[in-house]
């Protein structure tokens, strides 16, 4: 069973004034649909990107290796990312294990989130993906 460990945040500032930096252990979903395409490597980082014509999802976020899709956020933390990156914040993910097949989930893959950008709009999406967390404890 994979398991989430603490979180971690940092502030820093750009030319634009203090942004923040808050970062998570999570994972991709989806992964049983392109495993044929993608072998995800520890250590690799990876993009998100909003996706706007999910049927399913009005707040999907594909995941994205070398401009391919590979797997999608968690619903559970999807408008919490979706959020971040509409609001120009940056998401980053950094596979940290091999998938893991697990019974709630399908197959996952492990990964360090990092989301980057306004203090508001990151302390938000922290208190989501916070409360969103003790929902599945």
Do not use: M
């Not at 009005?58 to 990312?81: C, Q």
């Amino acid at each position: 069973i994979y398991n989430e460990t603490k979180e971690h945040e940092e502030y820093f500032e750009d030319s634009d004034g203090v942004l923040e930096q808050h970062t998570f252990k999570k994972w991709i979903t989806d992964y049983h649909v392109y495993q044929y395409i993608w072998t995800p490597k520890i250590g690799e980082i990876l993009t998100c990107e909003v996706d706007p014509e999910n049927f399913y999802d009005r707040f999907a976020v594909n995941v994205i290796s070398d401009g391919e899709l590979v797997g999608h956020v968690p619903k559970t933390i999807s408008e919490s990312i979706t959020k971040v990156l509409l609001a120009d914040g940056k998401v980053e993910l950094t596979v940290i294990s091999n998938p893991k097949r697990t019974r709630r989930n399908g197959i996952i893959v492990p990964c360090t989130y990092v989301l980057r950008g306004s203090q508001s709009i990151i302390e938000h999406a922290k208190d989501c993906i916070c409360n969103t967390k003790l929902l599945l404890c």
